[in-house]
């Protein structure tokens, strides 16, 4: 499958949640995001984000890696890395073959 038939379908899934998160770090984000997927009892196949916090993924986590493909830009755990433009800044995709969550992200909790 495409990225882009991958990004299409996350998207556009009927089967998806969306979940608050506030907290002081990118890398709690992504991990309360693996979390919530992992406690349904399955793995997490994709993780999208836009370009800004993808390049901060990878900046910022050691273990993201940089591998593009036809079907991602790189690898993070179990995940593979999804650039999708039109996501804010504040927005993560989680997602496998049953459903999404999109992580709503505020990072600096304490700053308005």
């Known amino acids: 499958m495409r990225m882009q ?3 299409k379908g996350m998207a556009g899934s009927r089967a998806k949640v ?3 998160f506030r907290g002081n770090s990118l890398l709690d984000a992504l991990n309360f995001g693996f979390s919530y997927i992992e406690s349904e009892d399955h793995l997490v196949h994709y993780v999208a984000a836009n370009p800004v916090v993808m390049k901060r993924i ?3 986590i050691p273990d993201a890696t940089i591998d593009p493909t ?3 830009i790189g690898q993070l755990w179990t995940a ?3 650039v999708m433009p039109r996501l804010t800044d504040r927005k993560l995709i989680f997602s496998n073959n049953t ?3 999109v992580l709503d992200i505020d990072l600096n909790p304490n700053q308005e």
């Open 5 to 7: 038939d991958t990004v």
């Open 18 to 20: 969306s979940l608050p």
């Open 58 to 60: 990878i900046a910022e």
């Open 70 to 72: 036809s079907e991602s």
């Open 80 to 82: 593979r890395l999804l």
């Open 99 to 101: 459903f999404s969550a």
